[in-house]
């Protein structure tokens, strides 16, 4: 019964707090707006989410987005210092290939997601078979160490939340 009513309750609660966030002022109407909203918008798509995305670890989601906003935090103020203080053509810039073992779509989008929220960044292409995803990096003399360094700060961090 609820999930006919609710279908994804995290999804409507996310939507109707980017509603109140869209709005830019908060009121009981506007979340009440937003709620109605993310109800709706859950309601009409869940027939094309078949199989919702298992939770695992709700503790690890806080984690993962505080590692995400530090590392944010960090690669701004690094690729700041780049573009301000070394010439283009010193930049160490090249692509990797970062052999994945999520094996959740939805583990997966939030990982290139997040690599390309990154400055610094940007998730290129994700392999046919869905076992690697191709990164760009701006700057990097260790392809091998951002590889090991994704996979440690962010992937195990995804495997504990989604496997």
């Known amino acids: 019964m609820r999930e006919r009513f609710l279908p994804h309750p995290i999804m409507t609660v996310i939507l109707a707090l980017v509603w109140v966030l869209l709005v830019n002022e908060f009121s009981w109407g ?4 937003g709620l109605i909203l993310g109800l709706g918008i859950a309601k009409l798509t869940s027939v094309y989410w078949s ?3 298992k939770i695992r670890n709700s503790w690890a989601i806080f984690e993962y987005s ?15 210092y780049l573009v301000l203080f070394r010439r283009g053509d010193s930049l160490r810039s090249q692509f990797v290939v970062v052999p994945l073992d999520l094996t959740s779509p939805e583990a997966i989008a939030t990982l290139a997601g997040t690599i390309t929220m990154t400055p610094g960044t940007v ?6 078979d869905g076992r ?3 990164v760009h990096c701006l700057e990097t003399d260790d392809p091998a160490g951002t590889v090991a360094g994704i996979k440690s700060r962010y992937e195990q961090r995804l495997m504990r939340i989604f496997q």
């Open 30 to 33: 506007n979340a009440i707006f």
């Open 51 to 53: 199989d919702r995305p």
């Open 66 to 80: 505080m590692v995400v906003l530090w590392d944010i935090v960090v690669s701004n103020v690094q690729v700041a």
């Open 123 to 128: 998730s290129a292409d994700l392999s046919a």
């Open 132 to 134: 690697s995803l191709l």
